[in-house]
């Protein structure tokens, strides 16, 4: 029995538009979704992912089917029909990938609101990272490069930059600010209403949480893959992020911006924690600091080569200082480094 084409042709897309929509929300290619916006990002992205699979079988297909069906037949020496065009079909192939992308542009811009990204407020009042920075066993014992005071911005300069607060919580402080400083090669996570200041961020499960961004030398980029944020860290501007971590757990915090020589080992984490957990650390960090229980890290404005800077590390990445000397040579005056001196 022969079956009718429009039959065929119906029952293939009723089977490509079942595969697509499955591939594309069982992808399993994001990782855990540890953050109240992480849904949204990745609504996004499987949407995505499902418009994509659907082509990639439809224009596969399609080209298989002709191989088959329309391949040259043994002593065939004709030549194709002389097809000049088809102007419904060229409508087709035009109207459908325009509608998709203005589809996706309108979703994407709903997510980005939601998140927060159209907040005017965000950045809009410039913070200043102090020249003295207290660390969990740590001092600043010179002011950070780019770290001056400066002056209440025009309102022609307070551009929002970041992802502020989402339209529910716009005109609500977030319950925990932390002042994050990216240099090379390190994340300083500073609270500012304790002074305690970490090279690990811990943020409590459920609270909405800000940070206002900076960078002492370089653009660094801070990412967080299982929140799904990612920001900028721009020497002499500020950048921020709000976001509410909700699961508990430890994450990685990575450098998203090639940053110099030893980008790849500029990393920390986030640790989540309960909000009674994260209270009892805090109050540790503040009691240790009380007593004096320091390390100090100091800043050195002296100039230094990249051999030099990353000689504390040649064990760990395996090569010697006239390795790193013939990789790296020495940089122009001023540059600024950090030592860590237990």
Same mark, same amino acid.
């Given at each position: 029995?022969?079956?009718?084409?429009?039959?065929?042709?119906?029952?293939?897309?009723? %089977?490509?538009?079942?595969?697509?929509? &499955?591939?594309?929300?069982?992808?399993?290619?994001?990782?855990?979704?540890?953050?109240?916006?992480?849904?949204?990002?990745?609504?996004?992205?499987?949407?995505?992912?499902?418009?994509?699979?659907?082509?990639?079988?439809?224009?596969?297909?399609?080209?298989?089917?002709?191989?088959?069906?329309?391949?040259?037949?043994?002593?065939? /020496?004709?030549?194709?029909?002389?097809?000049?065009?088809?102007?419904?079909?060229? %409508?087709?192939?035009?109207?459908?990938?325009?509608? %998709?992308?203005?589809?996706?542009?309108?979703?994407?811009?709903?997510?980005?609101?939601?998140?927060?990204?159209?907040?005017?407020?965000?950045? $809009?009042?410039?913070?200043?990272?102090?020249?003295?920075?207290?660390?969990?066993?740590?001092?600043?014992?010179?002011?950070?490069?780019?770290?001056?005071?400066?002056?209440?911005?025009?309102?022609?300069?307070?551009?929002?930059?970041?992802?502020?607060?989402?339209?529910?919580?716009?005109?609500?402080?977030?319950?925990?600010?932390?002042?994050?400083?990216?240099?090379?090669?390190? &994340?300083?996570?500073?609270?500012?209403?304790?002074?305690?200041?970490?090279?690990?961020?811990?943020?409590?499960?459920?609270?909405?949480?800000?940070?206002?961004?900076?960078?002492?030398?370089?653009?660094?980029? +801070?990412?967080?893959?299982?929140?799904?944020?990612?920001?900028?860290?721009?020497?002499?501007?500020?950048?921020?992020?709000?976001?509410?971590?909700?699961?508990?757990?430890?994450?990685?915090?990575?450098?998203?911006?090639?940053?110099?020589?030893?980008?790849?080992?500029?990393?920390?984490?986030?640790?989540?924690?309960?909000?009674?957990?994260?209270?009892? &650390? +805090?109050?540790?960090?503040?009691?240790?600091?009380?007593?004096?229980?320091?390390?100090?890290?100091?800043?050195?404005?002296?100039?230094?080569? /990249?051999?030099?800077?990353?000689?504390?590390?040649?064990?760990?990445?395996?090569?010697?200082?006239?390795?790193?000397?013939? +990789? $790296?040579?020495?940089?122009?005056?001023?540059? $600024?480094?950090?030592?860590?001196?237990?």
């Amino acid at each position: 029995m022969n079956i009718p084409s429009s039959i065929v042709t119906m029952l293939a897309g009723i %089977i490509l538009t079942i595969v697509s929509y &499955w591939f594309g929300q069982h992808n399993g290619l994001m990782p855990q979704a540890a953050s109240e916006e992480a849904p949204w990002v990745d609504g996004l992205f499987n949407t995505m992912m499902t418009i994509a699979t659907g082509l990639f079988l439809l224009v596969q297909g399609i080209i298989i089917i002709a191989v088959f069906k329309y391949r040259r037949r043994p002593g065939d /020496e004709t030549d194709g029909p002389p097809i000049e065009g088809n102007i419904p079909l060229e %409508i087709l192939w035009t109207a459908i990938p325009a509608t %998709i992308v203005l589809g996706l542009g309108i979703y994407s811009f709903e997510v980005y609101n939601s998140m927060g990204g159209l907040d005017p407020m965000a950045s $809009h009042d410039p913070k200043t990272m102090h020249a003295e920075v207290r660390h969990s066993g740590a001092a600043i014992a010179a002011p950070l490069p780019g770290a001056t005071e400066t002056p209440e911005a025009s309102d022609a300069e307070q551009v929002a930059l970041g992802v502020g607060a989402s339209p529910r919580t716009q005109g609500r402080d977030a319950d925990v600010s932390v002042n994050v400083l990216g240099l090379q090669f390190a &994340w300083i996570f500073t609270y500012p209403e304790s002074g305690v200041t970490s090279g690990e961020l811990h943020l409590p499960a459920g609270k909405e949480a800000k940070l206002t961004i900076a960078a002492s030398d370089v653009i660094h980029a +801070l990412w967080i893959p299982q929140f799904r944020l990612k920001q900028d860290a721009i020497p002499g501007r500020d950048t921020e992020l709000r976001f509410v971590p909700k699961d508990v757990g430890t994450y990685p915090v990575v450098c998203a911006e090639l940053c110099g020589a030893y980008h790849g080992g500029m990393k920390a984490q986030v640790v989540v924690e309960e909000p009674e957990v994260f209270e009892a &650390w +805090l109050q540790s960090q503040i009691a240790a600091q009380q007593s004096g229980d320091d390390r100090a890290i100091a800043l050195n404005t002296d100039s230094l080569s /990249e051999a030099e800077y990353l000689q504390p590390y040649a064990n760990e990445i395996g090569v010697n200082t006239e390795g790193l000397g013939q +990789l $790296h040579p020495p940089q122009a005056e001023g540059s $600024h480094k950090i030592h860590h001196h237990i």
